[in-house]
């Protein structure tokens, strides 16, 4: 993992931290967004009101009626206390954690595809992806809808890929092997002209749901995957433009975290992953259900329901 040491030498290298990552680290959330400004409640005193209020587009932050905006650096300052040498190590601690949380040998966030690499893009085709869809229970219908086919030169051979298309221009492409981008990141939104959006992290979640739910193709919601956990609190916007917000992330600490303080800041939300309570996300679950690419039909009637 990389080192902090050169990372942090001077106040300015501070101030280019991102804020609002550093607060979550913290275990700060926004309870509201408003275009650029992230409003919070004081981490300095108890208050009725959420008054702090962070800057995106400048990274800065103030407090209740001073206009004034101050720095990462003048936060740490009044939120940490000691020395400035005391002060430099906490955010090279802080920045530690960021680079551990982004490092791909501590988690599968996945990598970025050389455009040079890539020999083609098809529709998809290929034996070996309809073997890794099978394996998912995902039916190829389906996947053939949503995706398409990647080719790119891998080290040894030529990697056939399935590509899930995001909002940015870019797209996420995935194999046995392989868990990548290519082109910008960024979420994916599909709008069905509906007052409900159904949030899920992982493009696979959707695409079974979008199999369970394949004979009901009327009134169905509109959808935000979310790719990352990195663009949900930038995706509150999106997610809270509509009158009630459907949340299949998965259950593991990070996925239950983000339901838990979701939920707390709307009644908007409601948590749906209770549907695979017994599972890690909405994939697993009908993988271990029913026969490929169908789960059983009480199944089916409890992921209906809840849409």
């Known amino acids: 993992m990389a080192s902090t040491d050169n990372y942090l030498n001077s ?3 501070i101030n280019r931290i991102d804020l609002l990552e550093y607060l979550s680290l913290l275990g ?3 309870v509201a ?6 409003r919070f409640f004081s981490p300095f005193r108890p208050e009725p009101f959420p008054s702090f209020i962070v800057h995106r587009d400048t990274n800065t932050w103030r407090e209740g009626p001073d206009l004034r905006r101050h720095s990462l650096f003048e936060f740490g300052v009044k939120y940490h206390g000691g ?5 430099f190590e906490t955010f090279k601690r802080a920045l530690s954690a960021q680079i551990e949380k982004s490092d791909p040998r501590c988690q ?8 040079a690499t890539v020999i083609g893009k098809f529709p998809l085709r290929s034996p070996e992806l309809a073997s890794y869809l099978e394996g998912h229970r995902i039916p190829w219908d389906i996947a053939t809808q949503y995706c398409f086919q990647i080719d790119v030169q891998g080290p040894r051979k030529i990697e056939k890929t399935l590509a899930f298309p995001n909002s940015a ?3 996420y492409i ?3 092997r392989l868990n990548s981008f290519l082109g910008p990141r960024g979420c994916t939104f599909k709008d069905a002209n509906s007052k409900v959006c159904s949030v899920f992290i992982d493009f696979e979640d959707f695409l079974s749901y979008q199999a369970v739910l394949k004979n009901q193709p009327h009134g169905l919601p509109n959808f935000l995957i979310l790719h990352s956990s990195a663009f949900v609190h930038i995706s509150r916007p999106i997610m809270e ?4 917000i459907q949340l299949f992330l998965p259950r593991n600490d990070a996925g239950l975290a983000i339901t838990h303080d979701l939920c707390q800041t709307s009644q908007k939300y409601s948590d749906r992953s209770q549907l695979y309570k017994n599972y890690e996300s909405l994939n697993v679950w009908t993988r271990h259900i029913g026969s490929p690419g169908s789960p059983p039909a009480v199944q089916q009637q409890r992921l209906k329901k809840s849409g």
């Open 11 to 13: 106040v300015r290298d």
């Open 28 to 30: 700060l959330h926004p």
């Open 33 to 38: 967004i408003k275009g650029q400004q992230y």
């Open 83 to 87: 020395t400035i040498g005391d002060l």
């Open 108 to 115: 599968q966030d996945p990598l970025a595809i050389d455009p």
């Open 169 to 171: 221009g870019g797209c």
């Open 174 to 176: 995935r194999n046995q």
């Open 241 to 244: 433009s509509h009158l009630e």
